[in-house]
């Protein structure tokens, strides 16, 4: 047992009487007061008083000095963040209302943090494209996962579509059979324009992505068909320009490179990085007088198709690629070779890839296999710091959110997974950005020290390189000879 200690409280009154007015002073009496104040004011006693008293006004001001409001352990609190174990909760999942199922082919989050989420689904391949198969992709409310929030009924199947950056009412979205389609929600389930199917892209519309422009209007589509089209959503019967990626710069589309990805900054809006099924990176200036002069230079360093490429929100001169079993980030400046890389993956290929908005050292990717690995490449390239098991079935596509704390992926079975990652992923670092910055110097400097021929492959890498390059070869000729039935069997 424990002693405990009893203690009786007594209440008790106390009657103030010091101070107030003397008894024949009447405090009602305007004169007797003013007298009385004269009077004591002349006092000594009185005046010695208020000189000490005065000296408070010091411990005022120091008071005034001080900020109330600050945070005296915000750092504190942000190192526990960080140094928490990385993780990642799957909170929603989203599933394709149909019975036959389709690819997920891309994801847009509706800016300025809107819950909705757009998602084309369409099937890439057309031997197994049946009659019964829908055409329709939805726009969903990450909120409500049973039913989305819109339909759209598009008159061929949408593989990319992206919400308008300015005006968050407007999509715009690239289809199977090469048209270009603008949409708004409010005005019901069907585009409001078109393109005509003779002046649109002759292939697939892998990429379509809105312009920084003043009328905000302007956007710019790739396709296999080896065309970059630009276009005016107000006035769509044809696109207002055109580039052929033909590296021999003659325009010749027998020659050009099919687009399967896209890049674009705003801080640079005439320049624009495209990933081709051939395994290069063309770096394009729409502002060039030429169209010979608008490819500039290509970066070879992937053996397959450029599945995924991005600017990095932070440093717009590094971006990011997806092809052969692996990541690569590249520096504008040096073509020879990428500044960085991961290790390939031989159970399954990438898919896709995205930079994290709020974190300059984080990105995403996504493969066949059903995983999500996230990569801080402050700290190491070769392994991801969290790999989650997301789906059983390969992961086509993947977005984070604007705000950087909510990721979502589309799989093969027409299931979006809604994950949301730990506070550590998605808070910058103190010095994060200037210290990544520091590392890209140092590798930069590297590789041009590098560029006279010293860079060898790995023993590891040289006997990998034939299995890469034959099972890359394998998938180029069966999409090649997809496309050549489908050409052969399609209306135009």
Not at 199 to 220: C, G, N, R
Request: net charge negative; hydrophobic share 35%.
């Amino acid at each position: 047992g424990c002693d405990h200690k009893w203690i009786e409280y007594d209440i008790q009154g106390i009657n103030h009487v010091e101070g107030g007015w003397p008894k024949d002073i009447n405090s009602l009496e305007m004169e007797q007061t003013i007298r009385f104040r004269k009077k004591v004011e002349k006092d000594e006693i009185y005046m010695n008083s208020i000189q000490v008293l005065g000296e408070v006004t010091q411990c005022v001001g120091q008071n005034n000095a001080v900020d109330i409001y600050q945070e005296y352990f915000k750092d504190e609190e942000l190192l526990d963040e960080i140094q928490e174990a990385p993780s990642v909760k799957i909170v929603n999942k989203y599933r394709d209302p149909n019975q036959v199922k389709r690819n997920i082919t891309c994801l847009s989050w509706q800016p300025s943090g809107g819950s909705n989420l757009a998602a084309a689904y369409s099937c890439l391949e057309w031997q197994k494209a049946t009659a019964d198969l829908s055409k329709d992709s939805y726009i969903w409310d990450i909120e409500s996962p049973n039913k989305p929030r819109s339909v759209l009924k598009p008159t061929s199947q949408l593989v990319c579509l992206a919400y308008n950056p300015q005006d968050l009412n407007f999509l715009v979205s690239g289809s199977l059979n090469g048209q270009i389609m603008l949409w708004d929600p409010r005005a019901g389930q069907h585009p409001t324009t078109v393109s005509p199917l003779e002046k649109s892209h002759m292939d697939p519309v892998y990429e379509i992505i809105w312009l920084q422009s003043a009328t905000e209007t302007e956007a710019f589509s790739a396709s296999t068909d080896g065309q970059i089209l630009w276009w005016d959503v107000r006035q769509m019967s044809e696109p207002t320009e055109r580039l052929m990626l033909d590296l021999s710069r003659k325009e010749n589309p027998d020659n050009a490179l099919g687009a399967i990805s896209m890049a674009y900054s705003v801080t640079m809006v005439n320049t624009f990085i495209v990933g081709t099924e051939q395994g290069a990176v063309v770096y394009c200036n729409r502002a060039a007088e030429t169209p010979a002069e608008k490819i500039v230079c290509t970066y070879d360093g992937h053996h397959g198709p450029v599945y995924a490429i991005q600017k990095n929100p932070f440093f717009s001169q590094n971006f990011l690629t997806v092809g052969d079993w692996g990541a690569r980030i590249w520096s504008e400046d040096i073509k020879e070779s990428s500044i960085m890389w991961t290790n390939r993956h031989q159970t399954a290929y990438l898919t896709d890839a995205c930079w994290s908005p709020v974190r300059p050292s984080l990105f995403f990717t996504v493969k066949m296999d059903g995983v999500l690995d996230i990569w801080d490449i402050l700290f190491k390239q070769n392994d991801p710091t969290l790999s989650v098991k997301v789906r059983d079935e390969p992961l086509c596509c993947v977005q984070v959110h604007e705000a950087g704390s909510k990721v979502v992926s589309g799989s093969q079975l027409g299931v979006i997974s809604l994950m949301e990652i730990s506070k550590g992923l998605c808070t910058q670092q103190n010095n994060e950005q200037a210290l990544l910055g520091e590392r890209e110097k140092i590798l930069r400097a590297q590789k041009v020290r590098d560029e006279a021929g010293n860079m060898e492959e790995s023993p590891k890498e040289l006997i990998l390189r034939p299995e890469y390059d034959f099972y890359n070869l394998l998938e180029s000729e069966q999409r090649r000879k997809q496309w050549e039935t489908r050409q052969r069997v399609k209306p135009r």
